[in-house]
């Protein structure tokens, strides 16, 4: 589709950004303070709920949008914009999988087909996400571009090779999908062989998520640390030893590539996006297999050369990915359309 050379105000749909933030709100945020054009956001009066929100995307926002180019940066919008560009981070809601409550996923699950099949232009986040998409809906190529994700400068850090308390290091929310359950089983059928090793999770659970239950685990050598702040979360990425990251499903993974850029040998799930991101530069493992995954990191933490290999090579390989060049490819896409 050809885009329309006539100047149309830009409008952004904001209403993710009313939610802590996580991977979604990071893009928007980093997307949005780059683009190189001119925008107008537009986000609810108050923070919505999970029915209330959908409900405000095909009303309010169509009418506040109307005039304009939209794009909905969060994989969701108003089905029926003439001009609406959505970013697809990924397709999970569509899998036959016990990932999202039952109404979230039954809503999603109608709608997002519509999205894709009424957006003027559809972005996302890898070459494996845009393969699915053309692979599961009628749409012609032109119409789905790749714009990388990036990762930001504060993410260069040192390691602090003196760290007392030596631990690896897994970021995510504990929703099924993130593979923490099968993740803490391998760790607990190692961890003996790493005595003072511990495993730190920066994350917490979502509502729209069922609860993962731990019951089953002893928990040992495990550390959670809920709701940690910017400064802290680079201060558990500064010191940690290695970072782990075996979800069963990713559009990009963006905790995986600022590890990298931290300096951190990765282990990462051989599904999906992630080795589309890390190369050859990381672990892969079968999620799937908690003999895999315990495999993975008792190779991460005892051999030393592909433990330095990975760290320096994996900082080099971050230097691709910039928030930079996401916005610019996002500007290129909009003005397009007339933005």
């Known amino acids: 589709m050809k885009g329309n050379h006539t100047m149309k105000r830009l409008f952004i ?16 945020h980093e997307v949005s303070s780059r683009l190189g054009i001119e925008w107008e956001g537009i986000s609810p009066h ?7 929100g959908p409900l405000w995307d ?18 969701t919008g108003p089905i029926l914009h003439p001009n609406h560009i959505v970013t697809i981070h990924d397709l999970a809601v569509l899998k036959d999988e016990p ?8 809503y999603y699950s109608k709608t997002v087909p519509l999205l894709l099949k009424n957006a003027a232009h559809v972005l996302t986040d890898s070459a494996f996400i845009r393969n699915e998409i053309l692979n599961s809906f009628p749409l012609h ?38 593979n923490f ?14 005595p003072g090793f511990e495993l730190h999770v920066v994350g917490g659970g979502t509502s729209i998520f069922k609860e993962l239950d731990l019951s089953s685990l002893k928990m040992t050598q495990i550390k959670f640390i809920q709701r940690a702040s910017d400064s802290e979360l680079l201060d558990e990425y500064r010191s940690a030893t ?3 990251y075996p979800s069963l499903y990713e559009g990009f993974g963006l905790p995986v590539i600022e590890a990298m850029a931290a300096g951190l040998p990765v282990l990462t799930s051989e599904k999906s996006a992630m080795a589309e991101i890390t190369g050859d530069l990381a672990v892969l493992v079968d999620p799937q297999s908690e003999e895999s995954i315990a495999e993975g990191i ?18 080099e390989r971050a230097r691709d990915f910039s928030w930079d060049d996401t916005a610019s490819s996002v500007t290129r896409i909009l003005q397009k359309f007339g933005a």
């Not at 108050?46 to 209330?52: A, I, P, T, W």
């Not at 571009?145 to 850090?157: A, M, N, Q, T």
């Not at 991460?300 to 320096?312: A, E, V």
């Open 13 to 28: 749909n904001l209403r993710c950004m009313q939610r802590r933030m996580t991977g979604v709100q990071r893009y928007t």
């Open 46 to 52: 108050r923070v919505l709920g999970h029915v209330c």
């Open 58 to 75: 095909q009303s309010s926002l169509l009418w506040g949008a109307r005039k304009g180019v939209l794009w909905s940066p969060a994989n």
């Open 99 to 106: 990932w999202f409550s039952k109404t979230y996923q039954l």
């Open 141 to 178: 190529e032109e119409n789905v571009s790749v714009c990388r994700l990036g990762v930001d400068k504060r993410f260069f850090i040192n390691p602090n090779v003196n760290s007392q308390n030596p631990y690896i290091l897994a970021v995510g929310s504990l929703d099924p999908r993130k």
């Open 181 to 194: 359950l099968r993740l803490f089983h391998a760790w607990e059928s190692v961890c003996n062989r790493f």
């Open 242 to 244: 290695a970072f782990v």
């Open 298 to 315: 008792v190779n991460l933490l005892k051999k030393q050369d592909l433990h330095s290999t990975l760290s320096i090579q994996g900082k």
